[in-house]
Structures are given as structure tokens and as C-alpha cells.
């Protein structure tokens, strides 16, 4: 060997002897073996600090049960796909088999790694994290039939021969999954079983904006309570009333948590929302109280609600005003939904399965309807037609007098027979259903995903043209041609309604607010559910179609007859007086006598 390099090793060797001497070893962590042996039988797992002296005092008695490995069990329903685990005993995924998302995935409303269930159980000798720990249950992997249901029972040891246990009842069908907990833990009784339920809602429908605008959390008391629904910013709510339910509401789907006898108590609800975020609509927050009496005595029993909000299976379920997650409108509106429109729609649903047809029976059913009063308001504006040439002479003859012009109105109104007014009140009568639509049909989940002609899912918008910018007030990204059709359509019966109608003196030209307003609506409802707007476009050309057919049927020489004989019974006194008719006589006598006044009035002053 060269004699360098043997100085160069011999050199190296005395570094590392002396390294090792001179260096002090640090002091080594106990082995995981070791942490086992002292902690014998632990029953908590990864302990956050806030919880540390509570959970090791529960981990280190002798009566908590052996760590074990975290293991799923996998139920399977006819209608989800539910996955427990033994960690916390809690649902940790649930499926639902018969729903996708909009870009034809499963559909998860408890998805793993985006819900978290946490309960904090209070013991005489402090709160203990149920969620931490290891539960034990015989229940096995099975698919329950349709008209069975499975007990799936979790159980954990609690310090002192004590225990809590956990039970959920999985039905064969439907998306109600029954809850309970008991526990035989002394004292405590005064307080509550703190649960807190934090849920990223995925994006299950196409329109991320859109779906920030309307998804929230229910919670009902002695009425609905929601949480404001901001797509930009945080939402929070507190209520020291008991609650009886509440849901965590997507815009078709709920994940919800019902109580049977004994309230949630101190509840708190928040949503978070990052609108920078393209994968996550909001993340809500929930913090309800369980009356720890009611878990002493077994009846701490509750109901998940884990399904689409459809108006027919929240009616079903056994809590009061469930059915009020399904938004059917105002108060004034909402009876013409429930017992009408819903039930005609789902009526209409056993005969035809496309939902485009369905769209244009149900439109046709409606207008059929409430065709005697479309023949009124037509007759209506004939009778007014046929008095526009004398009004306009009423008109020339006081162009700078409005209540001399009013009341020589009001005098040939009475004469003929005429109401104003009549014309008016069949259009005003059929306006509730075309707003109950507007409510509805936003909130239908049967149309979702239906499609028709070029909309892939009439339960929101067709984007028939793609834009390469973003159009402000809720216009969007794209353009509808249902909504292009539904205001070309408003704007041909405006034309037509024109035609047939005599201009009314005031000083807004009605008839060019009658080509303004589809214009507006237009930029409104360009983002709505495609199936609104094909609903109005239907509702404009039968309309014109109805009014056409009406006119075939309208003699306008034997309307003029009738009027000439009003006028002529009238002046004899022969025909009887209308309440209408009534209502003029004492406007035009209050009229007068005002009159009168005034120029007394006058003359006063001026001799004066």
C-alpha cells in the first residue's frame, strides 16, 4: 500500500474512536414495544394535547380493551352503500347506488377523507373522545334485502365496568338509517354528548357558482331555521332552542340527523366556503348536544337521513315538517305546489317517461284548466277594443283635465256594463302558478339529469352556446336556447296582445314594457333549470294558440249589440246595477261632490 494512504486510514480511524468518545449519545425514545407493555390495553389512538390528560387516564385502566387494527364493515342496501368502522364506531362512507354526479361518478354524501363525525363523551372523571376509540361489533360484510333491515352494534369499555354502545338499524331499502346510544356511565346526567359533524359537500352538480348560492343547513325547532346561503363568504348560526332535526342540504340531496324524543341541545351551524376552491362547494359544520340523561336511559334514539330530497320520501319521514327541505315557495304559494302542481307532475310521471313530454302535458293540462278564465279576459279586451274609439273621444275632448277624462271613464264604463277591471283578473289569477313553477321546478329532482332535445339535464341550464367570457348578473358563461326561445316567444304574444289590446292612457307605455320585461327575464333565467324555461316557452305558444282559437269562436257585432243594450237598460233604469257598477256610481257622486267643494271653494277665496 502507498504509505499516504495508509497515514490517511489510520488517520480516519482515530477520528471516528474519538468522535464516539468525546460526543455524548443522546438519550433514546422508549421502543413502540416498550409504550405497549407500560400502556397495557390502551382504548384511545393518537390523542390530540387538548385531550391528552382525559384520554390517558381512560387508556392506562385495566378494564379498556386491546388496540386493535382500524377494520371496515361494508352494508350494502338496495338503494346505498354504507361503510362503518370499528374506529369511533361511526359511518365512515355512504353511497348512493341509484344517483351519479354530474359528471357521472358515484354519488357520496359521507365520503371518506371529506366528513368527520367527533363525539365527546363526558364521564365522572372527564371527557372522553368516542371517536378515538376502538370499537368491537359481530356484524359481517352481508347485502340486506330489500324488506329486511340489520342491527349493527358497536361497543367500547369505559373506565369502572362501564361501557357505551353505539346501534344502528340499516334497512333493506330507502336512505332512513336508525341511531341510538346508551351507555350504563354514572353522573354526569346534566350534561350533554357533544357530536360534531364537519361535511365537505363535493360538487355533485354541474354549476359550482350555482350551487354555492343555494346550499345550506336546515335546522327546525318550533319552525324551519336556514343558514344564509352567501356563495362568497362564512355563515354561521347559534340557537339555545331545542332542535328536533336538521339537515345538511346539497341543492338535491340531504345528509341529516332527526331526534325522537330528546331535542338537540346547543346547536351551532357553520359554512365555510373557499371560492377559489374547484372541487369543494362549502364545508359545513355542526354541533349538536345529546342530553346525556336520555343515553343513560337508552332513549337517546335518533334517524340519519342520508338520500335525495325528494318531495315524496321527506314527506314520509316521521318528523315534524321533514317535507319543508323540499323549497315549494312562499307561504301563499306553497299549497298550490304541494297539493296541485306536485302531485299532478308525479300523476303525469306513470303515463310518460320523458320529462320533455311530460313538460308539455303538464302545460296543456293547465291552460286547459283555467281556459274559462282566458276566455273572460279575452272577451274582456274585445269589449274594451270596441270602446277605444269613445274613450279616445274622451280624451281629445279634456287632454289637460286626468280626472275629467277619469270620470267621463267611469261614466261610459257604467253605462255599457263594462269593468276595466275584468280583463285584468283572469291574467292576475293565473300568475300564482307560473311563480309556483318558478319555485318548483328548480327544486325538482326528478328532472335531474332527464334529458330533452339538446339538454343533457333539463334540472339545469342548456349551455347551447359556449362563451369565452363570463357574463355578470347571473347570465354566466353560456347562452340557453330554451331561454332564447321562451323570450322570443314572450315577445311574439306581447305583439300579438298588442294587436288586441287598445292602448291604455298613463305614463308608462304598457305595451313597450311588454317587449322590455322578456328582454330582462331573459338575462335572469339564462343560468335557471332548462325545464323552467322550456315550461314558459310551451306556456307563450299555447297561450297564442288558445287565443287564437278563442277568436275563431268571438263574435265582435254580437258583443257590440250586447254593449248598445246595456247602455239602453242602463238609461231607462230597466238593468240591474253590478257591485261594480255600484262601486263607479259612488266614485263618480264622490267625484262631484269633491268638485263642488272646490268650486265653492274657489268663489270663497276669490271674493275674498
Given at each position: 500500500?502507498?504509505?499516504?494512504?495508509?497515514i490517511?486510514?489510520?488517520?480516519?480511524?482515530?477520528?471516528?474512536?474519538?468522535?464516539q468518545?468525546?460526543?455524548?449519545k443522546?438519550?433514546?425514545?422508549?421502543?413502540?414495544?416498550q409504550v405497549?407493555?407500560?400502556?397495557?390495553?390502551?382504548?384511545?389512538?393518537?390523542?390530540?394535547?387538548?385531550?391528552?390528560?382525559n384520554?390517558?387516564?381512560?387508556?392506562?385502566?385495566?378494564?379498556?380493551?386491546?388496540?386493535?387494527?382500524?377494520?371496515?364493515?361494508?352494508?350494502e342496501?338496495?338503494?346505498?352503500?354504507?361503510?362503518?368502522?370499528?374506529?369511533?364506531?361511526?359511518?365512515?362512507?355512504?353511497?348512493?347506488?341509484?344517483?351519479?354526479?354530474?359528471?357521472q361518478?358515484?354519488?357520496?354524501?359521507?365520503?371518506?377523507?371529506h366528513?368527520?363525525?367527533?363525539?365527546?363523551?363526558?364521564?365522572?372523571?372527564g371527557?372522553?373522545?368516542?371517536?378515538?376509540?376502538?370499537?368491537?361489533?359481530?356484524?359481517?360484510?352481508?347485502?340486506?334485502?330489500?324488506?329486511?333491515?340489520l342491527?349493527?352494534?358497536?361497543?367500547?369499555?369505559?373506565?369502572?365496568?362501564?361501557?357505551?354502545?353505539?346501534?344502528?338499524?340499516?334497512?333493506?331499502?330507502?336512505?332512513?338509517?336508525?341511531?341510538g346510544?346508551?351507555?350504563?356511565?354514572?353522573?354526569?346526567?346534566?350534561?350533554?354528548?357533544?357530536?360534531?359533524?364537519?361535511?365537505?359537500?363535493?360538487?355533485?352538480e354541474?354549476?359550482?357558482?350555482?350551487?354555492?348560492?343555494?346550499?345550506?343547513?336546515?335546522?327546525?325547532?318550533?319552525?324551519?331555521?336556514?343558514?344564509?346561503?352567501?356563495?362568497?363568504?362564512t355563515?354561521?348560526?347559534?340557537?339555545?332552542?331545542?332542535v328536533?332535526?336538521?339537515t345538511?342540504?346539497h341543492?338535491?340531496?340531504?345528509?341529516?340527523l332527526i331526534?325522537?324524543?330528546?331535542?338537540?341541545?346547543?346547536?351551532a351551524?357553520?359554512?365555510?366556503?373557499?371560492?377559489a376552491?374547484?372541487?369543494?362547494?362549502?364545508?359545513?359544520?355542526?354541533?349538536?348536544?345529546?342530553?346525556m340523561?336520555?343515553?343513560?336511559?337508552?332513549?337517546?334514539?335518533?334517524?340519519?337521513?342520508?338520500g335525495?330530497?325528494?318531495?315524496?320520501?321527506?314527506?314520509?319521514?316521521?318528523?315534524?315538517?321533514?317535507?319543508?327541505?323540499?323549497?315549494?315557495?312562499?307561504?301563499?304559494?306553497?299549497?298550490?305546489?304541494?297539493?296541485?302542481?306536485?302531485?299532478?307532475?308525479?300523476?303525469?310521471?306513470?303515463?310518460?317517461?320523458?320529462?320533455?313530454?311530460?313538460i308539455?302535458?303538464?302545460?296543456?293540462?293547465?291552460?286547459?284548466?283555467l281556459?274559462?278564465?282566458t276566455?273572460?279576459?279575452?272577451?274582456?279586451?274585445?269589449?274594451?277594443?270596441?270602446?277605444?274609439?269613445?274613450?279616445?273621444?274622451?280624451?281629445s275632448?279634456?287632454?289637460?283635465?286626468?280626472?275629467?277624462?277619469?270620470?267621463?271613464?267611469?261614466?261610459?264604463?257604467?253605462?255599457?256594463?263594462?269593468?276595466?277591471?275584468?280583463?285584468?283578473?283572469?291574467?292576475?289569477?293565473?300568475?300564482?302558478?307560473?311563480f309556483?313553477?318558478f319555485?318548483?321546478?328548480?327544486?325538482?329532482?326528478?328532472?335531474?339529469?332527464?334529458?330533452?332535445?339538446?339538454a343533457?339535464?333539463?334540472?339545469?341550464?342548456?349551455?347551447f352556446?359556449?362563451?369565452?367570457?363570463?357574463?355578470?348578473f347571473?347570465?354566466?358563461?353560456?347562452?340557453?336556447?330554451?331561454?332564447?326561445?321562451?323570450?322570443?316567444?314572450?315577445?311574439?304574444?306581447?305583439?300579438?296582445?298588442?294587436?288586441?289590446?287598445?292602448t291604455?292612457?298613463?305614463?308608462?307605455n304598457?305595451?313597450?314594457?311588454?317587449y322590455?320585461?322578456?328582454?330582462?327575464?331573459?338575462?335572469?333565467?339564462?343560468?335557471?333549470?332548462?325545464?323552467?324555461?322550456?315550461?314558459?316557452?310551451?306556456?307563450?305558444?299555447?297561450?297564442?294558440?288558445q287565443q287564437?282559437?278563442?277568436?275563431?269562436?268571438?263574435n265582435?257585432?254580437k258583443?257590440?249589440?250586447?254593449?248598445?243594450?246595456?247602455?239602453?237598460?242602463?238609461?231607462?233604469?230597466?238593468?240591474?246595477?253590478?257591485k261594480?257598477?255600484?262601486?263607479l256610481?259612488?266614485?263618480?257622486?264622490?267625484?262631484?261632490?269633491?268638485?263642488?267643494?272646490?268650486?265653492?271653494?274657489?268663489?270663497?277665496?276669490?271674493?275674498?
Amino acid at each position: 500500500m502507498d504509505k499516504n494512504f495508509i497515514i490517511g486510514l489510520v488517520l480516519i480511524m482515530l477520528m471516528l474512536i474519538g468522535y464516539q468518545i468525546l460526543v455524548p449519545k443522546p438519550v433514546e425514545p422508549a421502543p413502540v414495544e416498550q409504550v405497549k407493555t407500560v400502556t397495557s390495553k390502551p382504548s384511545v389512538q393518537s390523542p390530540t394535547a387538548s385531550d391528552s390528560t382525559n384520554l390517558s387516564a381512560q387508556s392506562t385502566d385495566s378494564n379498556s380493551v386491546a388496540q386493535v387494527a382500524p377494520k371496515d364493515l361494508v352494508i350494502e342496501t338496495n338503494d346505498t352503500r354504507i361503510v362503518f368502522s370499528n374506529k369511533g364506531g361511526i359511518m365512515k362512507e355512504v353511497m348512493l347506488k341509484k344517483y351519479k354526479t354530474y359528471d357521472q361518478k358515484p354519488l357520496y354524501l359521507i365520503a371518506e377523507n371529506h366528513n368527520s363525525f367527533r363525539i365527546n363523551f363526558p364521564t365522572a372523571t372527564g371527557d372522553v373522545r368516542l371517536t378515538d376509540m376502538f370499537f368491537t361489533t359481530e356484524a359481517q360484510n352481508q347485502k340486506v334485502g330489500e324488506k329486511d333491515s340489520l342491527i349493527v352494534t358497536y361497543r367500547a369499555p369505559l373506565k369502572g365496568n362501564q361501557f357505551v354502545e353505539q346501534t344502528y338499524v340499516v334497512h333493506g331499502s330507502g336512505y332512513v338509517i336508525d341511531y341510538g346510544i346508551k351507555s350504563n356511565a354514572t353522573g354526569s346526567s346534566d350534561k350533554l354528548v357533544q357530536l360534531d359533524w364537519n361535511n365537505d359537500l363535493l360538487q355533485l352538480e354541474n354549476d359550482m357558482h350555482k350551487n354555492r348560492e343555494v346550499v345550506t343547513i336546515n335546522y327546525y325547532t318550533d319552525d324551519l331555521q336556514s343558514l344564509a346561503t352567501s356563495p362568497t363568504a362564512t355563515e354561521e348560526e347559534k340557537t339555545a332552542e331545542p332542535v328536533k332535526w336538521f339537515t345538511i342540504k346539497h341543492k338535491y340531496f340531504l345528509a341529516g340527523l332527526i331526534a325522537d324524543k330528546h331535542p338537540f341541545g346547543n346547536v351551532a351551524v357553520r359554512a365555510d366556503v373557499n371560492p377559489a376552491d374547484s372541487t369543494i362547494v362549502k364545508t359545513m359544520h355542526v354541533s349538536a348536544g345529546i342530553p346525556m340523561s336520555a343515553v343513560q336511559k337508552g332513549e337517546a334514539n335518533y334517524q340519519f337521513f342520508l338520500g335525495p330530497n325528494d318531495y315524496h320520501l321527506v314527506d314520509k319521514v316521521k318528523a315534524e315538517n321533514f317535507d319543508q327541505n323540499v323549497y315549494l315557495g312562499y307561504a301563499f304559494l306553497k299549497p298550490i305546489n304541494k297539493f296541485f302542481l306536485v302531485p299532478l307532475f308525479n300523476f303525469l310521471e306513470k303515463f310518460v317517461s320523458n320529462y320533455g313530454l311530460l313538460i308539455i302535458l303538464l302545460v296543456i293540462f293547465v291552460k286547459t284548466i283555467l281556459t274559462p278564465l282566458t276566455y273572460k279576459s279575452y272577451i274582456s279586451m274585445a269589449k274594451m277594443r270596441l270602446l277605444a274609439p269613445e274613450l279616445e273621444q274622451i280624451r281629445s275632448q279634456n287632454p289637460d283635465d286626468m280626472a275629467k277624462q277619469q270620470q267621463d271613464q267611469m261614466k261610459l264604463y257604467q253605462e255599457v256594463g263594462v269593468s276595466p277591471l275584468s280583463g285584468c283578473i283572469p291574467v292576475l289569477a293565473t300568475m300564482p302558478i307560473l311563480f309556483s313553477l318558478f319555485f318548483l321546478f328548480p327544486n325538482l329532482i326528478e328532472l335531474r339529469q332527464q334529458p330533452f332535445l339538446w339538454a343533457s339535464d333539463l334540472s339545469t341550464y342548456d349551455s347551447f352556446i359556449k362563451l369565452p367570457f363570463t357574463v355578470p348578473f347571473g347570465v354566466g358563461n353560456h347562452i340557453s336556447l330554451f331561454t332564447v326561445l321562451m323570450t322570443a316567444s314572450s315577445i311574439g304574444y306581447a305583439y300579438y296582445n298588442n294587436q288586441i289590446t287598445p292602448t291604455q292612457p298613463g305614463p308608462v307605455n304598457m305595451k313597450v314594457l311588454g317587449y322590455i320585461m322578456p328582454l330582462m327575464f331573459m338575462f335572469v333565467l339564462n343560468s335557471f333549470p332548462a325545464g323552467l324555461t322550456f315550461y314558459y316557452f310551451v306556456s307563450n305558444v299555447v297561450t297564442i294558440a288558445q287565443q287564437l282559437l278563442i277568436k275563431r269562436f268571438v263574435n265582435e257585432d254580437k258583443i257590440r249589440n250586447i254593449l248598445e243594450e246595456n247602455r239602453k237598460k242602463n238609461a231607462n233604469g230597466e238593468k240591474k246595477q253590478t257591485k261594480f257598477q255600484k262601486y263607479l256610481e259612488k266614485s263618480l257622486q264622490a267625484a262631484e261632490e269633491a268638485k263642488k267643494k272646490q268650486a265653492e271653494l274657489e268663489k270663497r277665496s276669490k271674493k275674498k
